[in-house]
């Protein structure tokens, strides 16, 4: 390099050889450290080791990623790509701006493949309940009896098929021979889910909730990765957490085996929300083939919202309702990010269409569900009907969530149960299938029930429902119709949060068709398929709470323009009764029972509107504050011995993503991560002795023990005395990781927030 800088060109060594460089002068001398520090740091950190907000290593299990951090990443990552020049750096910059349209293609097609084969596996694990096809035992009825197959289309199922075996023709063998194959199908599909167990941290630890004296021992908890909807988990992790494991291979192909058997035991549960799961494993997947989303969370989960819409797209053949989805109640963070991410949202669409029509799971050529043609218009005086129905859709919606959330703490608790959880999963099937199987209607899966309660008897009179609602007495009739209601009602409440694949959206669309079939019978003037489908439309958003996807779904499902406005109108009724009841849906009771770190902005500012309080509540204890502030000395370095004493201490307190504050009398210095302090006290210093002097702050020498290139030299401060919705608003709308609180006045610091512990206190404050 020239000796007089003012000399230096665009051919002169960025990096002299001198110690200007603090990340290499530590250890340059050490080619072991050197190895052991680019196979940790990737290379979008490595551009940032001259900027003050400090290099960062991958994200430790069940942490907080740092959105501010990963978004200045990708900027110098951005820069770095597309300021080059050259035919050739060109390219490449192309390729770089189409990397999420290639990556939210392959999205597509692989859900797509995923969804058709879990489709037609299920349809016939489900048939085998009933019967086989002798010639081929692969087959479900409908393929077995017609020409119909996932791969063209044919006439409608007729009435006598010689290729289809019954197992029994006498209804207590038939009954019989149901129940054994539902619980067989349970036990598998509960044994499976049990490969998926794993151990996680705790959310909180004890340490901070006392005020002085005493080490609390940190408890994780188990968790069940393939279990449950996953939307909940999908949530957390589209807030900025990191699950371990849970959207590896290993529990997207445990998810799609246990949905198919799940489903084929008749339990009240769906494989829509299971679909949500499986398609953001695919995202997650994909996502790891590209540097670009691989190496920074935050762009990661952009990916991950692509994929979390793709999945219920294919579950209901609604493309437009699954990005609406996971704007309204997958992504947290829809409000500061829509207009990105509904760029990216959208291009599964194409290739994901194309390949489910290519494939034909349903055998109709369409990729509509339960198309309808109703063929009659509704009057003024219907519109009481559907607020009628939303009313008992908001009714059901908040006591089923009060319910659910009361049966998970209380007899999924009982030793035995919580020891054994497929246990559980045999006698919820067990019940399910000696309620369900005496009611025709309710024997058969859920997606067959809405789409026999949907059914308009003018175009289709040989169904069951259609031939008895056109005889003279329907009583018994209206009396199955109760019967299903009830029971769809009862057992969902006690089969959602069951240890399989499991999904409420088919069974609150159930009870909700049933209800409304059951109101259509004294309506004469329409068909009531139409109060079933708005009654279903207001069940399910009294349970989840969504209301634009939802009535755009309807839409999608069912192709009837006509009745978005009737269902509008259930769908709000339903949300306002159900919140009146119960403030929150049920994902979000769900993650609550699960114990996930979850931060909802809307919901947490309701939470401290109630409460005049400052910032200074969220300060930990005394206690709390000395093993986590460091007062650097004015050279910039501490002993090795401190720094590994108040590593032990963090490590005690089991959070994972906690840190030190650095201080010099009492003003703020800096903020070292955890992770970052771990691996440099354990993994670079290996080659520096016990009783050496570690650099925090400051241009180091050569040869030094130096870790201050992990240090965030910029985070972010509030005042102790500012009002707390300023720190949930910090927190929610900036992604961040931690809060240095400051004394009013002076701006020392006093405090210092994880977003764990504000999530903690706010459960505190709900309940």
Not at 641 to 667: C, E, F, I, S, T
Request: net charge neutral; proline share 4%.
């Amino acid at each position: 390099m020239p000796a007089d800088l003012e000399h230096a060109t665009e051919r002169s060594h960025l990096l002299p050889n001198g110690t200007n460089d603090r990340r290499l002068s530590s250890i340059q001398q050490d080619a072991d450290s050197q190895s052991i520090l680019s196979s940790h740091i990737s290379k979008g950190e490595s551009a940032l080791f001259a900027q003050p907000i400090g290099e960062r290593l991958p994200y430790n299990d069940y942490t907080t990623i740092d959105w501010l951090h990963d978004l200045v990443k990708d900027s110098f990552r951005f820069r770095a790509i597309h300021s080059r020049t050259g035919i050739r750096n060109s390219i490449y910059s192309a390729f770089d701006s189409c990397q999420g349209w290639i990556a939210a293609a392959i999205i597509g097609v692989l859900t797509a493949c995923v969804a058709f084969a879990v489709d037609v596996a299920e349809a016939t694990v489900s048939d085998w309940k009933m019967g086989y096809c002798t010639s081929n035992i692969f087959s479900n009825r409908e393929t077995c009896c017609t020409n119909r197959s996932p791969l063209n289309v044919a006439e409608e199922l007729g009435e006598d098929c010689k290729a289809w075996h019954t197992w029994s023709y006498d209804y207590s063998g038939a009954f019989a021979t149901y129940v054994g194959f539902a619980l067989l199908f349970g036990i598998i599909s509960g044994s499976v889910t049990m490969l998926t167990k794993s151990s996680l941290p705790t959310t909180a630890s004890k340490q901070d909730d006392v005020k002085s004296g005493g080490e609390q021992g940190v408890a994780g908890k188990t968790m069940y990765l393939a279990a449950g909807s996953g939307i909940p988990e999908i949530k957390t992790i589209l807030s900025g957490f990191v699950i371990p494991n849970f959207l590896d291979f290993k529990v997207l192909a445990v998810k799609a085996i246990g949905a198919t058997f799940a489903v084929a035991t008749g339990m009240c549960l769906g494989k829509e929300g299971p679909f949500v799961h499986i398609s953001t494993c695919v995202a997650y997947l994909v996502g790891m083939w590209f540097p670009k989303y691989r190496d920074n969370g935050r762009k990661m989960r952009e990916l991950l919202s692509a994929g979390c819409s793709a999945g219920l797209s294919v579950a209901f053949g609604a493309p437009l309702g699954g990005v609406l989805f996971s704007y309204e109640v997958e992504d947290p963070l829809w409000t500061s990010r829509e207009q990105a991410d509904s760029a990216i949202g959208n291009k599964h669409l194409f290739p994901k269409e194309a390949v489910l029509r290519a494939l034909n799971p349903t055998g109709t050529g369409k990729l509509v569900l339960f198309e309808t043609h109703y063929g009659t218009s509704y009057q003024p005086v219907h519109y009481l009907i559907f607020v009628v129905l939303g009313l008992a859709g908001g009714l059901f919606g908040g006591v089923f969530c009060k319910a659910n959330f009361l049966w998970s703490k209380s007899f999924r608790q009982i030793p035995v149960i919580k020891k054994y959880p497929v246990f559980e999963v045999f006698l919820v099937v067990l019940v399910t299938a000696l309620l369900q199987y005496p009611n025709p209607i309710t024997r058969e899966p859920g997606d067959i029930i809405i789409k026999n309660l949907l059914v308009d008897c003018r175009s289709s009179k040989h169904s069951w429902i259609c031939q008895r609602e056109t005889g003279g007495n329907k009583s018994g009739y209206i009396g199955w119709l109760v019967y299903g209601t009830v029971v769809k009602l009862v057992l969902t409440t006690i089969t959602f949060g069951c240890k399989v694949p499991s999904g409420v959206i088919i069974p609150a669309l159930d009870a909700g068709a049933f209800f409304g079939r059951l109101i259509g019978q004294w309506i004469t003037t329409i068909s009531p398929g139409i109060f079933a489908m708005v009654g279903a439309a207001a069940f399910l958003a009294g349970v989840s709470r969504m209301t634009i996807s939802l009535v755009v779904v309807m839409f999608e499902l069912t192709g009837e323009l006509e009745y978005i406005v009737p269902n509008m109108i259930a769908i709000l009724v339903a949300k306002w009764v159900a919140d009146a009841l119960e403030r929150e849906g049920v994902y979000d009771l769900a993650q609550t029972v699960l114990g996930h770190p979850f931060l909802d902005l809307d919901h947490s500012l309701s939470i401290v509107q109630k409460e005049n309080a400052l910032v200074e509540v969220l300060i930990p204890p005394r206690q709390t504050m000395e093993e986590i502030t460091v007062d650097v000395p004015k050279d910039g370095t501490i002993s090795r011995y401190v720094l590994d004493m108040k590593l032990d201490q963090l490590k005690r307190r089991g959070l994972m993503d906690a840190g030190l504050v650095l201080v010099q009398n009492g003003m703020l210095q800096g903020y070292l991560a955890e992770s970052e302090l771990d691996f440099g006290l354990n993994n670079l210093g290996h080659s520096w002795a016990a009783t050496s002097r570690v650099r925090l702050l400051g241009n180091g020498d050569e040869g030094e023990f130096d870790v201050s290139m992990f240090v965030d030299r910029t985070p972010l401060t509030i005042c102790a005395s500012a009002p707390v919705e300023y720190a949930v608003e910090m927190f929610g709308k900036l992604g961040l990781r931690y809060l240095v609180v400051v004394e009013e006045g002076s701006s020392k610091v006093v405090g210092v927030i994880i977003k764990k512990r504000l999530v903690v206190w706010l459960e505190k404050k709900k309940h």
